[in-house]
């Protein structure tokens, strides 16, 4: 039997959709799930959160995209991919056949704002998914190249435009760098999200210092692995507290306790990425140690402990 049993203490709710887990792969990761079969059996977990999906295709960043640095990774891909169309044609139809019971959300980017609701529009008629994660950390390009998260017209304008588009949920993305961003994800919610994703890759750099140049072709990256969780969970807190809607908790997920943090710090959901990479067992593992947990500890259902720790 896959899946969690129907009296599972591990199912949850959010954003008006079930999940069997709260377990996800988080965007960038897993593809759009193809190139996981036969290694990651996404039945059993909770969902997936594709790479992103843009208007118009994208070539990304030159090689090397991704580099170990021993205590995590740091990527610089440049958000390649197909573009809409080519994912409505090749990828969702797998994903309608293969991912079963596990929950689907497709990542959103664009360059200005029109961008996201374009992609939104497009893709709202097709079958094999069930929500977007709109990732508001990628640059304006019409406004110099800030965050449309860190801008906080841009991001009113760009999810009121893609609620126009769409009645499925609305995920919004946060960087882990905005100053405030409880504030940035109640004006997120008032505009319309559904639900909140916190957070995306810290910006850093890694140099080889044989080569004595960065080690990634673009110079430098995003950031994540273990040293990305307390950033993460504490982001997630401050969310909690300024909003009322679920939060995606990402970063640095590897073991059930460490999923355990973001959930105690207010998050309804959790998104596995670099340590699936790296073993990709670690999502399974996660799942059945949240139910050992609940076990040992008599919870019944995780939304005992969702939001249980405040800070003093």
């Known amino acids: 039997m896959s899946g969690a049993p129907p009296t599972s203490p591990l199912r949850v709710s959010a954003a008006g959709l079930d999940f069997q887990n709260p377990i996800l792969l988080s965007a960038g990761t897993a593809a759009y799930g193809r190139e996981l079969a036969g ?9 997936i959160v ?8 994208r070539a990304g960043a030159p090689a090397p995209r991704v580099a170990d640095f021993g205590d995590g990774m740091i990527n610089a891909v440049g958000l390649a991919n197909p573009g809409v169309d080519a ?7 797998w994903l309608a056949r293969e991912a079963r019971v596990a929950r689907v959300i497709v990542n959103v980017v664009g360059r200005v704002v029109e961008d996201f609701a374009e992609v939104v529009r497009r893709l709202d008629d097709a079958q094999g998914f069930h929500a977007y994660e709109l990732n508001v950390s990628c640059p304006n390009t019409r406004q110099g190249g800030i965050e449309f998260g860190a801008d906080q017209a841009a991001l009113t304008s760009l999810i009121r435009l893609a609620r126009d588009a769409t009645r499925r949920p609305l995920f919004v993305k946060l960087s882990p760098t905005l100053a405030k961003i409880g504030e940035v994800a109640r004006c997120a919610a008032d505009a319309g999200a559904d639900a909140i994703t916190a957070v995306n890759t810290m910006p ?4 080889d210092t044989e080569a004595r140049k960065p ?9 994540s692995g273990p040293g990305l969780r307390p950033v993460g969970v504490l982001a997630v807190l401050r969310i909690r507290a300024a909003v009322n809607v679920p ?14 943090q973001y959930l105690m710090a ?16 670690v999502p399974e593992r996660v799942v059945r140690g949240l139910a050992e947990w609940c076990d040992r500890h008599g919870v019944r259902s995780l939304g005992e402990i969702v939001g249980a720790v405040r800070l003093p």
Do not use: H, Q, W
């Open 39 to 47: 290694v990651v059996r996404l039945e059993r977990l909770g969902g």
């Open 204 to 207: 850093g750099l890694v140099i």
């Open 87 to 93: 994912v409505i044609r090749d990828e969702l139809p």
């Open 50 to 57: 594709t790479k992103a999906v843009s208007v118009e295709p």
């Open 247 to 260: 939060i995606m908790g990402v970063g640095g997920i590897s073991i059930a306790d460490d999923a355990l």
């Open 266 to 281: 207010g998050a309804t959901l959790v998104a596995i990425g670099t340590a699936a990479l790296a073993n990709p067992s």
């Open 215 to 223: 080690a990634l072709g673009f110079g430098p990256g995003g950031v």
